[in-house]
T-cell receptor, first 115, second 116 residues
Framework: SQTIHQWPATLVQPVGSPLSLECTVE??????LYWYRQAAGRGLQLLFY??????ISSEVPQNLSASRPQDRQFILSSKKLLLSDSGFYLC??????????????FGPGTRLTVL | AQKITQTQPGMFVQEKEAVTLDCTYD???????LFWYKQPSSGEMIFLIY??????QNATEGRYSLNFQKARKSANLVISASQLGDSAMYFC?????????????FGQGTRLTINP
């Protein structure tokens, strides 16, 4: 069966510091991968998606970037965090065989607080 | 552009009662998909149920069913015999193809509280 991991689970960082959040998927190959951000009490905003190694599409302009160095690894980064980067970051994957119509399956999330 | 509207920010239901969570959508696509996710306090988004725009039958998955009314562009989630563990945020989402890629657009969510 497929599983998706994210780490760290929680992170407190000062403004201006760098960021690296990691997401890995097991049990599948060539998944589509996604990064979302969720502000407190709100819906999800798609930040980045990737359909293959090295292929990244950005949804919104921001000081975050994403990379996919391996087939099942997706990394969210920033060189200098802003207060507005605080939130809950969710990674998701899709493309599972037998799943209905490109269902996205989510990881446990990373709660980021920028102080 | 696709848009999902969930008009109930919060709902309170007695345990064992059925509950309906509303979702309306807007799209110009002929082919689309609708999803419901549950987000407990732990934060993880859990896939519950899917309805395709061409599906003739309403989707069902255990205690979850989807009341799909295509002409009204609504896809309400029905939870039968609610349980305390059903307390969570519930999100309706639509799959669309944007710039050649499949993407999900989410509503703002409904917070469901089940009272004992």
């Amino acid at each position: 069966s497929q599983t998706i991991h994210q780490w760290p689970a929680t992170l407190v960082q000062p403004v201006g510091s760098p960021l690296s959040l990691e997401c890995t998927v097991e049990g599948t190959s060539n998944p589509n991968l996604y990064w979302y951000r969720q502000a407190a009490g709100r819906g999800l905003q798609l930040l980045f998606y990737s359909v293959g190694i090295g292929q990244i599409s950005s949804e919104v302009p921001q000081n975050l970037s994403a990379s996919r160095p391996q087939d099942r690894q997706f990394i969210l980064s920033s060189k200098k965090l802003l207060l507005s980067d605080s939130g809950f970051y969710l990674c998701a994957w899709s493309g599972g065989h037998g799943a209905p119509a490109d269902t996205q399956y989510f990881g446990p999330g990373t709660r980021l607080t920028v102080l | 552009a696709q848009k999902i509207t969930q008009t109930q920010p919060g709902m309170f239901v007695q345990e064992k009662e059925a509950v309906t969570l509303d979702c309306t959508y807007d799209t110009s696509d002929q082919s689309y998909g609708l999803f419901w996710y549950k987000q407990p306090s732990s934060g993880e988004m859990i896939f519950l149920i899917y309805q395709g725009s061409y599906d003739e039958q309403n989707a069902t998955e255990g205690r979850y069913s989807l009341n799909f009314q295509k002409a009204r562009k609504s896809a309400n989630l029905v939870i039968s015999a609610s349980q305390l563990g059903d307390s969570a945020m519930y999100f309706c989402a639509m799959r669309g193809i944007i710039q050649g890629a499949q993407k999900l657009v989410f509503g703002q969510g409904t917070r469901l509280t089940i009272n004992p």
